[in-house]
Nanobody, 118 residues
Framework: QVQLVESGGGLVQPGGSLRLSCAASISRFSIYAMNWYRQAPGKQRELVARIFSGNITKYADSVKGRFTISRDNTKNTVYLQMNTLKPEDTAVYYC????????????WGQGTQVTVSS
């Protein structure tokens, strides 16, 4: 059974930073594409960042240059480093996993709240 557990969310001031983590209970974690999504109140869930098995990364235009996705295959963990946070980054952030390029993958975490406010 696949489990994804996010952590690291919280309240931060505009311009601040947070690092989200997603610990995965997945066999052969390294072959999975790992994704971060977010959903703000009243909005659709959107794809924020992806990292493939070969460490190729992709980002939504709204976070390019500010967010960095990375993975540690020895710890079955994916990270999202978020810098220069803006109020519009406020959302519940979800970890998602799947094999191949199709998004979203079939596995989801429970989400972690990120609030950017002064």
């Amino acid at each position: 059974q696949v489990q994804l557990v996010e952590s690291g969310g919280g309240l931060v001031q505009p311009g601040g930073s947070l690092r989200l983590s997603c610990a995965a209970s997945i066999s052969r974690f390294s072959i999975y594409a790992m994704n971060w999504y977010r959903q703000a109140p009243g909005k659709q869930r959107e794809l924020v960042a992806r990292i493939f098995s070969g460490n190729i990364t992709k980002y939504a235009d709204s976070v390019k240059g500010r967010f960095t996705i990375s993975r540690d295959n020895t710890k079955n963990t994916v990270y999202l480093q978020m810098n220069t946070l803006k109020p519009e980054d406020t959302a519940v952030y979800y970890c998602n996993a799947g094999i191949g390029a199709l998004v979203p993958g079939p596995y989801w975490g429970q989400g972690t709240q990120v609030t950017v406010s002064s």
